[in-house]
Every structure is written in C-alpha cells, then in structure tokens.
C-alpha cells in the first residue's frame, strides 16, 4: 500500500534556529514529490515538485532534497511568518491522485 | 492571475440535509480534483475530473457522494443525507497536466459542520 509519512507531527524553534522536516514514502513507483505550505483556515499553497532522487529546489530560506526513500524540507534561519504545517505528497505512477502525509505544524517563536 | 475559488466557504447542515458544493478551477486547467481534510490529517482523494470525465472515483467514501463536471469547467460535490461523520474540509484542487506539469493548486476549502 502506497503510504507516506511525516516527522516530526510538530516542531516549535526560536527564529533564526535552522532545522528540516521528513518525508518518508514507501510507494509502487514515484512520479514525483511535492511540497505544500497550508496556513489555517486556508487551502494548501504549492512550494516544490522533486521528480528524481538528488534533485533539490529552493525558494527564499526553504529547500527541498529527494532521495529515493525520502525527502527533506530545510528551513534556514527561519522567521515568525514561516510558522504553517507543511504537508508533503507524492504521485504515484498510473494515477493522477495525491497521497498526503498528515503533516508537520512548524511554529516559529520570535 | 485568479486561482481556484470554492463557495460556499462555511456550511452547517442538519444531519440527513444534502449539500452542495461548488469548485471554480484555475482557467484552463483541464484537471479537476477533490479532496477531503479532516482537523489535523493530510487531504485525502475523493475523485478526479479531465474535462468533463469523471475518471477516478476511488475515493468517494459512500454512494451518498457525488462529484459531477458537466462542461469541463465548474464542479459540484453533492452529498446526500449527510452524516456526523462528513463534518471536513472539502478542497478542490486544479492542474494544467501538460507535459510534465503535475502540479495540483487548491481552493481556500469549504468547511463542512454537520450537526
């Protein structure tokens, strides 16, 4: 069964204090990764799609790595409005759906 | 340029109401998803539209479920005799799907609280 998992459920860091989230998936075959950033109340905002193992992207203090068993979120230096959960979710081959982690709740105290 | 709208925002419904709830796509995206999002969890897959086919209903939970996309465009999600149990976020998500562009982009949700 295609299932992905997020770590930690929840992490509260000081600004300035750099840290990652964890993706790991355990799927048929990987069409490719995505990264959303969701804010309450809100519908989930497109950050990343990571389509093979070593390719990495970046956006403002943000980036994301791909191996073939996981990917990494990175948060450099990161600042109050950054606080959001962080969902990440994969496509799989043959299929159009998304498969979802439960997410990481980021709070980034001042 | 403007994203994907969903309306209504809120809705209570009394339990065994039916409700309807309707999804804007993003101009020209020929894909059409639904997703529900219980408090706390990741969303999860109801259904999936390209153009007005329905080609993917492995999610809807029960047959009191159901998606249609009659021009291509706009969606509805209609669910019947609603239950407790249906109180989530229902999202809707568009995407262009051309070449290798899979990414899927979100409406704001509708809130669903069925008392």
């Known amino acids: 069964e295609d299932q992905v998992t997020q770590s930690p459920e929840a992490l509260r860091l000081q600004e300035g204090e750099s840290s990652s989230l964890n993706c790991s998936y355990t799927?048929?075959?990987?069409?490719?990764l995505f990264w959303y950033r969701q804010d309450p109340g809100k519908g989930p905002e497109f950050l990343f799609t990571l389509y093979s193992a070593g390719e990495e992207k970046e956006k403002e203090r943000l980036k994301a790595t791909l191996t073939k068993k996981e990917s990494f979120l990175h948060i450099t230096a990161p600042k109050p409005e950054d606080s959001a959960t962080y969902l990440c979710?994969?496509?799989?081959?043959?299929?159009?759906?998304?498969?979802f982690g439960q997410g990481t709740r980021l709070t980034i105290n001042p | 340029g403007a994203g994907v709208s969903q309306s209504p925002r809120y809705k209570v419904a009394k339990r065994g109401q039916d409700v309807a709830l309707r999804c804007d796509p993003i101009s020209g995206h020929v894909s059409l998803f639904w997703y529900q999002q219980a408090l706390g969890q990741g969303p999860e897959f109801l259904t999936y539209f390209q153009n007005e086919a329905q080609l993917d209903k492995s999610g809807l939970p029960s047959d009191r479920f159901f998606a249609e996309r009659p021009e291509g465009s706009v969606s509805t999600l209609k669910i019947q005799r609603t239950q407790q149990e249906d109180s989530a976020v229902y999202l809707c998500?568009?995407?262009?799907?051309?070449?290798?562009?899979?990414?899927?982009?979100f409406g704001p949700g509708t809130r669903l609280t069925v008392t």
């Open positions: 799927v048929s075959g990987l069409r490719g």
């Open positions: 998500a568009s995407s262009l799907l051309r070449g290798l562009t899979y990414e899927q982009y």
């Open positions: 979710a994969v496509l799989i081959q043959g299929a159009q759906k998304l498969v």
